[in-house]
């Protein structure tokens, strides 16, 4: 079955330095979302890229998709103590069907 | 063990009806989740609960939604007068002990259904 790996398991980092979260799949996604999840708050969705090669920006946050989509890469720079929690990938695979997959997902901690 | 299951898997209604899904968490889980995907959006939150009290309702879209839980076990959200927007892959998912527990803790997802309004 095709899964979504991520890496690390577990980040910490100091605040003010930049952190990179990768998501791989064997197999060509069709669409690949990035969500974090806050202590106190449900999953909070981040942003979806669909295209290969695509780089969307938010805030201090910026997700890349590989040309041939099976790989995206989310990085913080300048990382703030706001910005722990889980970070989980999702994806839908590409063969059709609306079963979504999710990575592990990383927690992060930023010291302060 | 068995993991979050939910039914039915897809559901085709027709605008105007009520629909009803449902979630089983893994056993002995106190947190429940649910979340709606629509196409071409990523994860909506809608609503947790925390054994069978819902902290949180304001992730609902509407007041045609609304969900129990019963037994701390078994969750239903109930869509009343469904509407076309309405039409979305709905998610569960289930952990420990919840977002009042645990800083660290790991949601585990369903499978989804996929509610078709026509």
């Known amino acids: 079955s095709q899964e979504l790996e991520q890496s690390p398991q577990s980040l910490i980092v100091q605040e003010g330095k930049n952190l990179t979260i990768n998501c791989t799949s064997s197999k060509t996604l069709y669409g690949l979302y990035w969500y974090k999840q806050k202590y106190g708050e449900g999953l909070i969705f981040l942003m979806m890229?669909?295209?290969?090669?695509e780089e969307k920006s938010h805030e201090k946050i910026t997700a890349k998709l590989d040309e041939k989509k099976q790989q995206s890469s989310l990085h913080i720079t300048a990382s703030q103590p706001s910005h722990a929690g889980i970070y989980l990938c999702g994806a839908e695979p590409y063969s059709g069907t609306y079963k979504y997959i999710f990575g592990t997902g990383t927690r992060l901690k930023v010291l302060a | 063990g068995a993991g979050v299951s939910q039914s039915p898997s897809n559901k085709v209604t027709e605008k105007g009806k009520d629909v009803e899904l449902r979630c089983d968490p893994i056993s002995g889980h106190t947190a429940l989740y649910w979340y709606r995907q629509s196409l071409g959006q990523g994860l909506e939150f809608l609503i947790y609960f925390q054994g069978n009290s819902a902290p949180d309702k304001s992730g609902l879209p509407s007041d045609r939604f609304s969900a129990e839980r019963t037994g701390g076990s078994v969750s239903t959200l109930t869509i009343q007068r469904t509407q076309q927007e309405d039409s979305a892959v709905y998610l569960c998912?289930?952990?420990?002990?919840?977002?009042?527990?645990?800083?660290?803790?790991?949601?585990?997802f369903g499978p989804g259904t996929r509610l078709l309004v026509l």
């Open positions: 998912a289930s952990s420990e002990v919840g977002l009042a527990g645990a800083e660290w803790e790991t949601q585990y």
């Open positions: 890229l669909q295209k290969g090669g």
